[in-house]
């Protein structure tokens, strides 16, 4: 990792180095996240149906019925450089993701939240001339704390009422790097991007979560061991062609990630799963200013539970329909 910031040091220097005048606290178009993005600073109001949640949940026959997941995401962009065909950028960003029993009859709970917070620096390069390669964006994560917390009523009624129930503290720091291909809010018309990332804890022998004795009703749990996740991403947005414009602009975004499917239990070891998440839709373009367009969107993820403590099972699936704004 600390070859990563050296890098980022010498590029830094370099564009300082006879350089615009530095701007402060203006937003950026380029390094923004893929729509299907895990955890991002996209807001997004979703509804859609699961097949599970967890051993524990008090209320029964949950995929009869629609849940809502709301993210909320933000970015405080601090400053800004420029030279030729380079730009980089420093900024600050958290957000949260939050599942509720909206439809259940009885107390309409939240099932769970996962908050997170973090700081980024994004670099893009421009090239001129080039049929296929627009831009090159590189974007870097240093520091990325996410937690992650049960409900209240979940909480209590498994203390209460369930003889081998845990609360896991899922809570971590961790870096984030990534190549972005052909950013797609940077260009117009029909543009393919791709997206490799990784990420791994800053210490390694804590894991990923903590438990409390009480908490946990005196259960041995063993830490996490399998840190490092990695992903891979594709956006393909068309403003040409069938049933698109300049207005309404076609979306299909997927990502594939691989990350540790945790093990509470000794005698069970932690594994690796591969989870995806596809996004298919519309955004309807009002303005040039970040949250100003709105996009319709078809959602199906499926693979590892991606909720807090649930991040213990596998075979999960939500399939929805999602409201974004952009």
Known sequence: ?????????????????????????????????????????????????????????????????????????????????????????????????????????????????????????????????????????????????????????????????????????ISYEAWKFSVILNDPDTLNGNILSFKAGVQNLWTLKDGYYFTDSLEVKGANIPLSKKTFEWYFSANYQRSSGFLCSDKWINIFSAELNNRPQFSYNAAINETRTWSYNLYFGWEYKISDKPFRNVGFFLRHYGGLNPYGQFRNENNFRFTGFSVVLM
Request: hydrophobic share 40%; no cysteine; aromatic share 16%.
């Open 1 to 169: 990792m600390s070859k990563l910031f050296k890098i980022f040091l010498i590029l830094l220097i370099s564009n300082q180095i006879n350089a615009q005048k530095p701007v402060f606290f203006q937003t950026v178009k380029f390094g923004n996240p893929f729509i299907s993005d895990m955890r991002s600073s996209i807001i997004k109001l979703e509804t859609g149906y699961l097949n599970k949640i967890g051993k524990d949940y008090y209320i029964k026959n949950v995929s009869t019925r629609p849940f809502i997941e709301a993210h909320f995401g933000y970015e405080i962009p601090v400053i800004l450089l420029s030279k030729n065909d380079y730009e980089i950028f420093f900024g600050l960003l958290g957000g949260s993701v939050t599942l509720v029993d909206m439809f259940e009859k009885s107390t309409a709970p939240v099932i769970n939240t996962d908050y997170w917070f973090g700081t980024r620096i994004k670099l893009i390069k421009r090239f001129s001339g080039k049929p296929y390669l627009k831009n090159v964006v590189v974007n870097l994560m240093p520091f990325f704390h996410e937690s992650t917390h049960l409900g209240d009523e979940f909480v209590l009624h498994g203390y209460t009422e369930i003889p081998d129930f845990k609360r896991i503290n």
